[in-house]
């Protein structure tokens, strides 16, 4: 926290005490540049840095740094946006700079869960509120009054009664002089002025304009390329290699094994990814050779019919069941699938004898760092990450396996090292979201009432696969994140039963965007369509008459079908469908319209109503919910990952397809007014739009569709 600036040193005469107050989540530190000690010319500007987050310097120019990575979500501007709110700041003065790794510093840097604004909203408040009172203090001070005689605005304290007025570049030399208050008092919603707006975001122009820096845009002097080939198979090893088979290709520098596979050293990025499809190598393709979709679809079923760990049980289901004669069993499944950011995994390391310096588009920068230490044997002070811009993360980038191979090949060549995988290596090489089967099973009584409600998951778990290797923390081996979006189900039945069956896979799995809600919603909404039908009922008004007239779901549900005309509405060319699911706090509510043609579904416009809470920037807010939108139409139209021989049998864009921008629906969103604490938006989009396009395909065709992605017989 105490340094100086451009490069200038201070004595301890120099510096201001440091006032910890830890507890509530931030650090207090400053200090004030020292002066000639022969003719007392200031050689260093004075800043005021009152926490981790924020140094305001004399010009009035406020630096806020951002502990979190940019994704494509809006970090940048939406975590500003509630320091600059409680600082009462002039959002044109403000630099946004993105936090090097430092958990000592920053704390909590994982990127992921949709938790940037949910996890640091009351923190950088708080960091901003302390700020501002110090300002107003200071100023206080300076006139000799109370200070609650001041406000503040745009940056300026003011005298009320007398108008008079200072910058807070003006006070930054007093206000590092007081004392820190505890308790400092936030804005009431009222009174936002920034918060809630759509203020423009903080990295369009420099990615407009070519200036944002993604790792592969890191250039070293004397820098060296490189690509990994992996086993084709999970888990195989590396037995030989024939070097001479890339001979006639220029630029070729080193070629050697490392943990995960064989590195290829070159001059340039095009030699390496063309040494990487011809050179000869020889594989033991390990014991999972023989893997493919199949058999994993077998063993879930085989899994299925044995009772899991039971994670929600209301009711007496089994006396339920024998008491129905009205009943319905339906089995859903989702595949593996691959994240396909549109920047493949790549990294910049350059290994030194006393540091190491990794730049990485990276969503867990603390765990790069720990990984380079442990390989260079550098203590962590001495290895400096830099997070770059990633060009698409969505749970992908949390791993640091890419970060590992570039600090690897660096160590061993001494020189900087820029890592670049191909695209095919990205795509067959990932950490897959896992398969799931989903049991359903629903009954009525004699007045129709839907009175049971049973749901056994069976999947592999991510947090207990080989790759991450944690223990079981309950008895009966229930991963909590599998369960995510079934155990909470919202509406009010009076036998439930929610159980999980775990499945191993020698497959790497990995967190996607939404994780197990994606599967989860899709089993549940597109069930919850099939019980109305059951008793002829409106699917929309089936699913309030389960809800508390009072609650979030019921909310978004009546939103969207006002909004998007649910009951004038009527079927034909196209057919409409609806969905509602909570994830990650926020509450979700999606209609679909889409055509069928021969055999080919469109999906021409979804409506998607929205409660977060508070909302940041509608803006970004509205961005985040269509990019969630799109990726889970891809999910539910086009993609999946299969395995044959041991192998993913996918390459590229070609036979992984994704949504085009010609097939891209018109996207309506509707944010509820909320007073509640904001809640993430960057996954919750995606759950609801699978069971709401399937449930309108139903309606189209009168074929249940029970596993994605959609295909029509």
């Excluded at 530190?29 to 004075?46: D, E, H, M, R, S």
């Excluded at 987050?53 to 501007?77: P, R």
């Excluded at 060009?391 to 890419?402: K, L, T």
């Amino acid at each position: 926290m105490l340094k100086a600036v451009q490069g200038e040193t201070m004595d301890r005469r120099d510096f201001i005490k440091v006032v910890s107050t830890a507890g509530s989540g931030f650090v207090l530190g400053f200090y004030i540049p020292y002066t000639n000690k022969l003719n007392g010319k200031t050689v260093a500007p004075i800043i005021f840095e009152p926490n981790a987050w924020i140094k305001v310097k004399s010009d009035n120019m406020v630096q806020i740094i951002v502990a979190k990575s940019e994704m494509g979500q809006g970090v940048l501007t939406s975590l500003p946006m509630i320091i600059a709110e409680e600082m009462d700041l002039d959002w044109s003065k403000i630099i946004v700079e993105k936090a090097p790794a430092d958990q000592k510093k920053y704390g909590w840097q994982m990127t992921g869960g949709s938790n940037s604004v949910s996890g640091g909203y009351n923190k950088l408040r708080q960091a901003g509120a302390t700020a501002r009172e110090m300002f107003v203090m200071a100023a206080a001070q300076e006139w000799g009054i109370l200070s609650s005689e001041c406000k503040t605005h745009n940056g300026i304290v003011i005298h009320e009664s007398t108008g008079r007025e200072l910058s807070y570049g003006d006070l930054a030399k007093k206000a590092s002089l007081q004392k820190v208050p505890k308790n400092p008092k936030l804005k009431a919603k009222q009174d936002f002025s920034i918060i809630g707006q759509n203020v423009k975001r903080t990295d369009t122009l420099p990615k407009v304009n070519g200036t944002a820096q993604f790792a592969l845009d890191v250039q070293l002097d004397g820098m060296l390329y490189a690509t990994v080939v992996h086993s084709p198979v999970f888990g195989g090893k590396l037995k030989s290699f024939n070097e001479a088979s890339v001979n006639d290709i220029s630029g070729v520098t080193n070629i050697f094994e490392i943990e995960n596979g064989l590195a290829i050293v070159t001059q340039n990025t095009w030699a390496a990814l063309k040494a990487k499809k011809q050179i000869e190598i020889n594989w033991d393709e390990g014991e999972a050779a023989g893997l493919d979709s199949e058999k994993i679809r077998k063993d879930l079923l085989d899994a299925s019919k044995e009772k899991g760990g039971v994670v929600r049980k209301e009711g007496n289901v089994k006396k339920a069941l024998k008491l129905s004669e009205n009943q319905i069993e339906a089995i859903y499944e989702s595949p593996l699938q691959a994240h396909a950011t549109m920047e493949p995994m790549n990294c910049t390391a350059y290994v030194q004898r006393e540091k190491c310096q990794v730049w990485a588009g990276t969503q867990d920068p603390n765990g790069a760092r720990k990984i380079a230490s442990k390989i260079t044997g550098l203590s962590k002070k001495q290895v400096e990450v830099n997070v770059t811009f990633l060009g698409g993360g969505f749970g992908r980038r949390a791993f640091n396996d890419f970060v590992k191979e570039a600090v690897e090949i660096s160590n061993e060549m001494k020189k900087p090292v820029k890592l670049t995988w191909s695209r095919e290596e990205d795509m067959q090489h990932d950490y897959y979201r896992p398969p799931s089967l989903h049991v359903m099973k629903g009954a009525f009584d004699q007045n129709n009432k839907l009175s049971v409600w049973k749901h056994r998951i069976t999947a592999p778990s991510i947090l207990f696969s080989q790759i991450v290797k944690m223990p079981f923390p309950f008895k009966e081996k229930v991963d909590i994140i599998a369960v995510e979006g079934a155990k909470h189900l919202p509406y009010k039945i009076p036998n439930i039963q929610v159980d999980y069956q775990m499945t191993k896979t020698l497959i790497p799995l990995g967190w996607w965007r939404s994780v197990y809600n994606s599967q989860n919603a899709f089993a549940n909404e597109c069930f919850m369509d099939e019980l109305a039908e059951k008793v002829e009922k409106d699917p929309v008004q089936f699913r309030l008459e389960l809800l508390p007239k009072s609650s979030r779901d019921t909310g978004v549900i009546k939103m969207v079908a006002e909004k998007s005309g649910w009951d004038q509405f009527k079927n034909g060319p196209n057919y409409q469908g609806i969905s509602c699911h909570k994830s990650f706090g926020t509450w979700v509510a999606q209609v679909a319209r889409v055509s069928v043609e021969n055999k080919k579904v469109k999906v021409h416009e979804v409506f998607c109503a929205v409660d977060c809470g508070i909302v940041i920037n509608p803006a970004i807010v509205k961005a985040q919910i269509s990019s969630a939108i799109i990726y889970g139409l891809s999910a539910t139209l086009k993609s999946k990952i299969t395995i044959k021989n041991g192998r993913v049998a996918q390459y590229n864009f070609d036979d992984f397809e994704v949504i085009r921008m010609n097939e891209a629906p018109k996207i309506h969103i509707y944010l509820t007014e909320s007073d509640a604490q904001p809640k993430g938006v960057g996954e919750p989009g995606l759950p609801p739009i699978a069971p709401a396009v399937v449930n309108a395909v139903y309606a189209a065709t009168g074929n249940r569709i029970r596993e994605l992605p959609i295909k029509l017989s």
